[in-house]
C-alpha cells in the first residue's frame, strides 16, 4: 500500500514541476517576474507643470513648439476619420459591432511630420525637438531598482486565493469540506486542468463563438499601436519611455507630464500630446448641434499595470464598492479616480491653451493599468470638454454588468484566450473551488497510473524491476474505493454563486481555433468564469500572450503569415 502512495506522489511531482516550469514568466514583455515596493523605487518623473514659458503665454507654446511644425493635409488626418473603416463606412452600425477606439488611430503611423530631406524642415525639427524636450524636462532620471521573484511565488498566491475562498465558505461546508480539498488538492488540480482542457477544446471555441462579429484586420493595427504604448508603460526609466515613443507613429507624440514611480492608489502613468493636427485655427469634424465645425487637440494616457504578477492575483480578489449605480472594483477605483483628479486641471490647461473645441482624451493600459485607464475615462467623460475613450488589455473585472454595458460605446477591452485575470473576482474564484470539490478525478487517476507505469517500463533501463501494472492498479483501485469515491457519493452539490463584476466595455476575445488564433467581439458576460487552463498565466503576459495572440489572429485572417505590425512591443528597451 505504501508503494502504491509513493507511485502517486512521483506521479504528482511530475505534473506539479511541469505546471510551476510553464508558469515561470513576468506579467510584462520580459521572462521573469520582478516587483518593487515604494520604498525602494526612485522617482523618475517628467513633470514640465508647464514651465513657466507655458505658463506666461500656453498658447504660443502649443502652437510654436507642440503643433505648428506643419499644416496637415486634411485628407490625411486621422481626426477626420475618427469612425470610418478603411472603405470610409461607419464601423459602428447595427451590423457591425466595432470597438470605439479603434476609429481614433485609424491612420495612425500615415503622418509623416517633416517629409523628403529638406534642409529647413529638418533644422526645423531638431529645435522644436531641442526646445521641447528642454521645456518638459525636470527631474534627473534615476533607474528603479528591482527585485526579481521566484515562479513559485505566483503558484502560491493562486493557492491562497483558494484559500480564501474557502475561508469563506467553511461555515457552510464545515470540515468535511476543509479535509477533502486539502487530501486530495494536488490530485484535484491536475485531473481537472485535464478535464477542462479537453472541455474547452478549440471546437468548442470556435463554436462559441459562431455568429459573433469578427474581428477585422485593420482593427487589429490599431488595437496593437495601443498595446505598444501599454507595454511602453512598463519600462524603467522616463528616458527609456522617450526612446520607446520617439519610434512611435513616425515621433508624432510628445512626452508632456509622466512617471514610473507607482505609489498606493496611485499607478505609474504617462500623458502624451500629439503634434501633428490641422493647424489650430481650422476645424477637423462638424458639430450639428451648433451649425459649425469643432476642432480636437488629442492626448494620451497610458497607465502602467503591477509588474508582480502574484500582487495582481491578490488585488483581484478585493472587494467591490458602490459606483454610479452600481459597483466597481474596490481598489482600482480609487486609482482611476486619483488619476482623474491628478489630470483634469492639466487638460483644462491645455483646453484653454490651445484654442480647441474639444480635447480628445485616449486612456489605455494593460491589467491593472486598463481597469484604471477604464476608471478615469469613466470619471473624465463628466466634464463636457472632453471626448474621452479607453482601451484596454487584460482588464480585470471592473464593474457590475448594467453598468459595464453603460460603457460600451467608449471603452474596449480585449481579453486573450483563457487570461484568469478579466475572470478573477471573489465569485468566480469560490465557483471554482466548489468545481474542484465536486470533481471525481478517480478514474482519471487509474489512466494516469496506468499510462506512466506503462511507459517507465518500456522507457527507463530498470523498467523490468518495476511492479506488474495490473497489479498496481488493482492497489490503486482498492485505495480509491474504500477512501476517496465514498466521499464524491455522498458529497452535496452546490448552486454556483453569481459574478458581480465583468470586464468593461465591448469585449474582444482572442483566442486559439485549432488553427492559429482568432479574434471576435463578444459580450462581456462570457467572461463570468475561470477558464481553468495551462495557459491561464501566459495568456496574461504581454509577449507571450497578448502580443503573439493579436499577431497570429492578424496573419490567420489572411493567410498572410509575412505580415508584421509596425511596431513591436518585444523590442523596447528598458523592459525589465
Given at each position: 500500500m505504501r508503494f502504491t502512495v509513493n507511485i502517486l506522489i512521483i506521479i504528482i511531482v511530475i505534473h506539479v514541476l511541469s505546471f510551476k516550469q510553464s508558469s515561470s514568466h513576468d506579467i510584462g514583455p520580459?521572462?521573469?517576474?520582478?516587483?518593487?515596493?515604494?520604498?525602494?523605487?526612485?522617482?523618475?518623473?517628467?513633470?514640465?507643470?508647464?514651465?513657466?514659458?507655458?505658463?506666461?503665454?500656453?498658447?504660443?507654446?502649443?502652437?510654436?513648439?507642440?503643433?505648428?511644425?506643419?499644416?496637415?493635409?486634411?485628407?490625411?488626418?486621422?481626426?477626420?476619420?475618427?469612425?470610418?473603416?478603411?472603405?470610409?463606412?461607419?464601423?459602428?452600425?447595427?451590423?457591425?459591432?466595432?470597438?470605439?477606439?479603434?476609429?481614433?488611430?485609424?491612420q495612425l503611423g500615415k503622418v509623416n511630420l517633416f517629409p523628403g530631406k529638406d534642409p529647413e524642415l529638418e533644422k526645423k525639427r531638431i529645435e522644436s525637438t531641442t526646445l521641447v524636450q528642454e521645456l518638459l524636462k525636470k527631474a534627473a532620471v534615476v533607474r528603479e531598482e528591482e527585485t526579481a521573484v521566484e515562479g513559485?511565488?505566483?503558484?502560491?498566491?493562486?493557492?491562497?486565493?483558494?484559500?480564501?475562498?474557502?475561508?469563506?465558505?467553511?461555515?457552510?461546508?464545515?470540515?468535511?469540506?476543509?479535509?477533502?480539498?486539502?487530501?486530495?488538492?494536488?490530485?484535484?488540480?491536475?485531473?481537472?486542468?485535464?478535464?477542462?482542457?479537453?472541455?474547452?477544446?478549440?471546437?468548442?471555441?470556435?463554436?462559441?463563438?459562431?455568429?459573433?462579429?469578427?474581428?477585422?484586420?485593420?482593427?487589429?493595427?490599431?488595437?496593437?499601436?495601443?498595446?505598444y504604448l501599454s507595454t511602453l508603460a512598463y519600462v524603467d526609466t522616463v528616458d527609456n519611455f522617450r526612446t520607446g515613443l520617439s519610434n512611435f507613429d513616425n515621433g508624432s507624440w510628445e512626452l508632456m507630464f509622466g512617471t514610473t514611480n507607482s505609489l498606493p492608489n496611485f499607478p505609474a502613468n504617462f500623458l502624451l500630446i500629439h503634434k501633428e493636427l490641422a493647424p489650430l485655427e481650422e476645424p477637423t469634424f462638424p458639430s450639428f448641434l451648433f451649425g459649425k465645425k469643432e476642432s480636437e487637440v488629442v492626448v494620451v494616457l497610458v497607465v502602467r499595470g503591477?509588474?508582480?504578477?502574484?500582487?495582481?492575483?491578490?488585488?483581484?480578489?478585493?472587494?467591490?464598492?458602490?459606483?454610479?449605480?452600481?459597483?466597481?472594483?474596490?481598489?482600482i477605483l480609487a486609482s482611476g479616480r486619483n488619476l482623474a483628479e491628478y489630470y483634469l486641471p492639466k487638460l483644462k490647461d491645455i483646453h484653454k491653451a490651445s484654442g480647441r473645441d474639444k480635447v480628445r482624451v485616449i486612456c489605455m493600459g494593460h491589467s491593472l493599468g486598463a481597469g484604471a485607464a477604464a476608471i478615469a475615462a469613466m470619471e473624465l467623460r463628466e466634464h463636457d470638454f472632453l471626448k474621452v475613450e479607453a482601451v484596454g488589455f487584460g482588464c480585470p473585472?471592473?464593474?457590475?454588468?448594467?453598468?459595464?454595458?453603460?460603457?460600451?460605446?467608449?471603452?474596449?477591452?480585449?481579453?486573450?484566450?483563457?487570461?484568469?485575470?478579466?475572470?478573477?473576482?471573489?465569485?468566480?474564484?469560490?465557483?471554482?473551488?466548489?468545481?474542484?470539490?465536486?470533481?471525481?478525478?478517480?478514474?482519471?487517476?487509474?489512466?494516469?497510473?496506468?499510462?506512466?507505469?506503462?511507459?517507465?517500463?518500456?522507457?527507463?533501463?530498470?523498467?523490468?524491476?518495476?511492479p506488474d501494472v495490473d497489479t498496481v492498479l488493482n492497489w490503486v483501485a482498492d485505495v480509491l474505493t474504500k477512501e476517496v469515491r465514498p466521499k464524491y457519493q455522498?458529497?452535496?452539490?452546490?448552486?454556483?454563486?453569481?459574478?458581480?463584476?465583468?470586464?468593461?466595455?465591448?469585449?474582444?476575445?482572442?483566442?486559439?481555433?485549432?488553427?492559429?488564433?482568432?479574434?471576435?467581439?463578444?459580450?462581456?458576460?462570457?467572461?463570468?468564469?475561470?477558464?481553468?487552463?495551462?495557459?491561464?498565466?501566459?495568456?496574461?503576459?504581454?509577449?507571450?500572450?497578448?502580443?503573439?495572440?493579436?499577431?497570429?489572429?492578424?496573419?490567420?485572417?489572411?493567410?498572410?503569415?509575412?505580415?508584421?505590425?509596425?511596431?513591436?512591443?518585444?523590442?523596447?528597451?528598458?523592459?525589465?
Open positions: 520580459s521572462s521573469s517576474l520582478t516587483t518593487s515596493t515604494p520604498d525602494e523605487r526612485s522617482n523618475d518623473t517628467c513633470d514640465s507643470k508647464f514651465t513657466a514659458e507655458f505658463a506666461d503665454n500656453p498658447f504660443k507654446f502649443l502652437k510654436e513648439r507642440v503643433f505648428g511644425q506643419k499644416n496637415a493635409d486634411t485628407s490625411d488626418d486621422f481626426l477626420s476619420m475618427l469612425d470610418a473603416d478603411s472603405d470610409g463606412h461607419h464601423v459602428a452600425d447595427s451590423n457591425q459591432k466595432s470597438a470605439p477606439f479603434l476609429g481614433i488611430l485609424e513559485l511565488e505566483l503558484l502560491n498566491r493562486i493557492t491562497s486565493s483558494l484559500q480564501e475562498a474557502i475561508q469563506q465558505l467553511h461555515h457552510q461546508f464545515g470540515p468535511v469540506f476543509d479535509s477533502l480539498l486539502d487530501a486530495y488538492l494536488p490530485f484535484v488540480i491536475i485531473y481537472f486542468l485535464q478535464y477542462q482542457a479537453a472541455q474547452f477544446n478549440p471546437i468548442w471555441k470556435r463554436r462559441m463563438h459562431r455568429f459573433f462579429t469578427k474581428v477585422k484586420k485593420q482593427e487589429l493595427t490599431q488595437l496593437h499601436e495601443a498595446l503591477t509588474k508582480d504578477l502574484p500582487d495582481t492575483i491578490s488585488d483581484a480578489l478585493l472587494k467591490p464598492q458602490e459606483y454610479k449605480g452600481g459597483f466597481a472594483h474596490g481598489g473585472s471592473l464593474l457590475s454588468k448594467d453598468l459595464a454595458d453603460s460603457t460600451k460605446d467608449f471603452i474596449t477591452t480585449v481579453v486573450n484566450d483563457a487570461d484568469i485575470i478579466p475572470r478573477m473576482s471573489g465569485a468566480s474564484m469560490t465557483n471554482l473551488v466548489l468545481d474542484l470539490i465536486e470533481y471525481d478525478w478517480t478514474d482519471d487517476a487509474l489512466d494516469d497510473v496506468k499510462f506512466t507505469l506503462s511507459r517507465a517500463k518500456e522507457t527507463f533501463s530498470f523498467g523490468h524491476v518495476l455522498n458529497l452535496e452539490k452546490r448552486d454556483r454563486l453569481p459574478s458581480l463584476l465583468i470586464p468593461p466595455g465591448t469585449c474582444i476575445h482572442t483566442f486559439r481555433d485549432g488553427y492559429g488564433f482568432s479574434a471576435t467581439y463578444v459580450p462581456c458576460r462570457m467572461f463570468e468564469s475561470v477558464e481553468f487552463s495551462l495557459t491561464l498565466i501566459d495568456d496574461h503576459m504581454i509577449s507571450s500572450g497578448y502580443n503573439r495572440a493579436m499577431l497570429g489572429a492578424a496573419q490567420d485572417i489572411d493567410r498572410e503569415y509575412s505580415f508584421k505590425f509596425q511596431n513591436d512591443p518585444n523590442s523596447i528597451v528598458g523592459l525589465t
